[in-house]
């Protein structure tokens, strides 16, 4: 057995043995995999196998769909048949909203290429008369999935990279994890059967390895400890049952018809596929529990959980209705195994956080359909340095230090059980909240505020009258909270509003290094002391990592501000970046000060007003005027009795600024311009107002416009690029060049719809790009969109179309800032 390779993957189901097997077609060519018990012994083995293309999510969609095309080719490749019946896969909508759940899936299909087609009633009647229509509005059909067999497709895979040169040892567990400062040493358990569990033996090797991925499935909370890091990834119980023939069924075959379509009841929170002339159902039912919080016991190795029928009677009562013919079947087999998940759902996919070289693959829940994309797209991460798309939504990192396991558990089981909810865009979970609440959240729910989750944090998206209901709100189309959006925006436009901002992510970095560091790290000219600048950090590819307004405190001090759903995220890269680069620059201290700080941002015309009301100054009449507090500086006023480090910048693009304020004086700055904006008519303004506004001054935002997959130059943002410095991914991102370019839209759609930003941008017949970014402009009375688009579509006055609720609406390419586009409004004196 090798004790030196250049990857090291644990585990070995479907997940890690795609990882190995990419690893080596990429190019390494030493790769080990390691499995405790047998390829395929964990959640593998008792998967359906489904293959779903659909997802809501465009990492997600690029992910399955790579997969459904490379396991179409492994027979050729291994000579092993993993059984992938491509039958298709059919999504039933009962109710209009889950059709324009579908309409909007289908646009984020189309920017990944992803076939699919529109089915009424009727023609599915016609083409699968044993299925019941009556009760339908139609469905959306997918003709390039279907299903596999798990434990094949892992074997194809395992052998594939065998021939590739990888090694793949069973029985032998990874223990314990030790970085040397160049390598993991990892040592190494025999494993060995003890009374039909699998136990460690005294036999123990170190295997060096330069890079090691976790693929540890259900355990991977027991590989959390191992690490000494937290991964929320739990499994959740999961059952399908297998049904004895259906005689019906077994005719229909019988004359030559072909198999059915995978048959998904989204309403019915079922799933449906033939198995040998009976039906498998599965089922995403209520109630199904968390297991393993604390790890899998030594006695749980292949095994399954007693099937619990009772929790999936509605389901089973809605299988009869669906297809009748049913009724008769007896029930031949059932399992209920452990399916792992995270928090939103999505798989943890990455650089593991404060580790070198330790990447993670864990929480798949749909793992079959995700595996041979995750092995591909990590691959390119880890051999490349960056994969083609965006891997961010995915990144382990999205949660930070904060969560707990009962949190995980909790959420997890939230997100099994909400797999077939109608996933509306402007969604929010309720399941343990509030958890993370800044201290003037009390105040703000008594003012009607409806909060959004962005990272732990409480943050309202709006304030609606008492009584109102935010989940019945909910919508593809203007939801009814949307008045109240465009009140707050107008508010912001015509006279004041005050907007919590207090979830921002906020370092400190300073030392003798600091500055040489954050020149390199970052592409604009670092500001002068009490000044501010918008800036990038890239990845090694060029593309953007985090978007940061830097202030200059001090010569050698910074306040970094970057965006409230990635806190750990960026922390991770810029700790990171320190470490490689303090022997060069010197000494660098980081400290993350997130929790320390909250933020009110104050904008609109009137807002300068409200703070010359309450502001102390030896002269207060002048204390806030373009000469002392000219457009993007920052300074230290005082508010009442509260320090602040007040930021003259608005998102909004309105005259405005943001007040950085000790967190514990929250409640004291909050009532303090709340009675001092009354006089101004001042509004509390929530997060769905501001992303309208900050689209109609073309504001890029993290994780829409700004990614891993665009330079800043393609993002259009030049102003924010020093060209005559030399900084980190510079030559990378010029080697880019421009493959596509972002663009703001004005769009004439729908009376009652706006779009979300996952739409396509069409020529006519011809997809030139997508939306990143979309909702309503009060300045313009029409939807308003941001997006990327061909290069040479890239020009203001082009007409093009943006496909919403499956029609093609249309859209003009308007200038950057199309409101105020010479920032007059927000340089305005007084
Ligand atoms: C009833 C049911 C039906 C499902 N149906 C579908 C479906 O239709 N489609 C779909 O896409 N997904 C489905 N799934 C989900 C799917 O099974 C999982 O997402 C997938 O198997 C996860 O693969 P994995 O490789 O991440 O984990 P696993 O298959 O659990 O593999 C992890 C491996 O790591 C090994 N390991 C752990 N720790 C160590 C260590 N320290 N050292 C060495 N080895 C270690 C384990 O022994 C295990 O073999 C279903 C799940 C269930 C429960």
Redesign the pocket.
């Known amino acids: 057995m090798k004790t030196q390779v250049k990857a090291l993957v644990?585990?070995?189901?479907?997940?890690?043995t795609s990882i190995a097997y990419h690893l080596a077609k990429a190019g390494w060519n030493d790769v080990m995999l390691?499995?405790?018990?047998e390829?395929?012994?964990?959640?593998?083995w008792?998967?359906?196998?489904?293959?779903p293309l659909f997802n809501m999510s465009f990492a997600t969609t690029h992910i399955h769909k790579y997969s459904v095309d490379f396991y179409k080719t492994l027979e050729a490749e291994t000579g092993l048949n993993a059984g992938f019946a491509v039958v298709g896969n059919l999504r039933l909508a009962q109710t209009q909203d889950r059709m324009d759940e579908y309409m909007l899936y289908a646009s984020t299909a189309e920017t990944c290429d992803v076939p699919y087609v529109w089915m009424t009633p009727d023609e599915i009647k016609a083409k699968w008369p044993l299925i019941e229509t009556s009760d339908l509005k139609g469905a959306l059909y997918h003709n390039t999935d279907g299903?596999i067999n798990?434990a094949d497709v892992t074997q194809a895979m395992a052998k594939g990279a065998r021939q590739r040169g990888v090694d793949i040892v069973r029985k032998?567990?990874?223990?314990a994890f030790h970085w040397n400062g160049t390598h993991w040493e990892v040592t190494c358990t025999k494993m060995v059967e003890k009374g039909g569990n699998l136990v460690p033996s005294d036999e123990q090797i170190v295997i060096t390895a330069e890079h090691v991925v976790t693929?540890?499935?259900?355990?991977a909370q027991?590989?959390a400890k191992k690490l000494g890091i937290k991964i929320p990834a739990i499994p959740v119980e999961?059952?399908?049952i297998v049904m004895d023939q259906d005689p019906a069924l077994v005719e229909y075959r019988a004359a030559g018809n072909p198999e059915h379509p995978v048959i998904r009841d989204a309403d019915a929170q079922s799933y449906v596929r033939e198995e040998r002339g009976g039906w498998i159902l599965?089922v995403y039912e209520k109630n199904a529990p968390a297991v393993f919080e604390y790890g899998v016991p030594d006695s749980f190795r292949a095994d399954l959980f007693p099937l619990d029928l009772e929790r999936i009677e509605d389901q089973y009562m809605a299988m009869i209705h669906r297809i009748p013919s049913c009724e008769e079947s007896g029930l031949k087999d059932d399992?209920?195994?452990?399916?792992?998940y995270t928090p939103d759902g999505n798989p943890l996919v990455g650089p593991a956080p404060g580790l070198h070289n330790m990447w993670l693959?864990e929480g798949?829940?749909?793992?079959?359909?995700?595996?041979g994309g995750t092995g591909y797209y990590l691959a390119q991460m880890m051999v490349d340095g960056e994969a083609e798309i965006d891997m961010a939504s995915l990144d382990p990192k999205r949660y930070g230090d904060w969560m707990t396991t009962e949190w995980a558990a909790r959420k997890n089981e939230e997100a099994y059980d909400h797999v077939y909810i109608v996933h509306h865009p402007d969604e929010e979970r309720p399941a343990c909240r509030p958890l993370r609440t800044a201290p003037a959240y009390d105040r703000q729910a008594a003012r009607g505020a409806q909060f959004g989750f962005v990272n732990g944090w409480e943050r309202p998206n709006y304030f609606a009258p008492a009584g109102f209901n935010d989940h019945d709100a909910r919508s593809f189309r203007r939801g009814g909270w949307w008045q109240y959006a465009v009140e707050e925006a107008k508010a912001i436009r015509e006279g004041v509003g005050l907007i919590d901002a207090t979830a921002f992510t906020k370092h400190v970095v300073k030392g003798p290094g600091a500055t040489a560091f954050l020149d390199w790290f970052t592409t604009n000219k670092l500001p002068k002391v009490g000044r501010i600048n918008l800036t990038y950090a890239l990845t090694s590819h060029g593309t953007t990592r985090t978007e940061y307004t830097i202030v200059r405190m001090k010569d050698d001090e910074y306040y970094l501000v970057s965006a409230g759903a990635w806190t750990a995220y960026d922390a991770d890269y810029l700790r990171k970046a320190v470490a490689d680069k303090e022997p060069e620059f010197g000494r660098i201290d980081v400290q993350n000060v997130t929790t320390q700080w909250g933020v009110f941002a104050i904008a609109g015309p009137k807002s300068r007003d409200v703070l010359n009301a309450v502001i102390k100054d030896a002269d207060p009449a002048t204390a806030l005027s373009n000469k002392r507090f000219p457009w993007l500086s920052a300074r230290q006023i005082e508010l009442g009795m509260c320090p602040v480090n007040a930021i003259r910048v608005a998102y909004t693009g309105e005259l405005g600024w943001e007040l950085h304020h000790p967190i514990e004086m929250q409640n004291y700055l909050f009532d303090l311009l709340e009675k001092a904006g009354g006089a101004h008519g001042m509004k509390l303004v929530g997060a769905r107002a501001q992303n309208w506004l900050r689209q109609e001054k073309s504001y890029r935002a993290f994780g829409n416009e700004l990614g891993r997959d665009a330079t800043p130059l393609e993002a259009d943002l030049p102003r924010f690029v020093d060209m005559s410095k030399d900084f980190h991914g510079k030559e990378a991102m010029e080697a880019k060049g421009i493959r596509s370019k972002c663009v703001t839209l004005l769009i004439d759609g729908p009376d009652d719809a706006d779009p979300w930003g996952r739409e396509a941008i069409y020529d006519g017949e011809t997809r030139v790009g997508r939306l990143t970014s979309g909702g309503y402009s009060v300045a313009f009375s029409k939807s308003i969109g941001m997006g990327y688009v061909r290069p040479d579509m890239a020009v203001v006055g082009t007409r093009l179309q943006v496909k919403m609720l499956d029609q093609l609406w249309p859209a003009t390419i308007v200038e950057d800032s199309p409101y105020d586009p010479s920032n007059t409004t927000i340089r305005v004196d007084g």
């Open positions: 644990v585990g070995g189901g479907a997940v890690g390691l499995e405790r018990d390829l395929t012994s964990g959640s593998t008792h998967a359906a196998g489904l293959l299903y798990p032998w567990q990874a223990d693929a540890s499935g259900n355990h027991t590989t999961h059952q399908f599965g399992f209920n195994g452990p399916i792992c693959a798949f829940s749909f793992g079959i359909t995700a595996a």
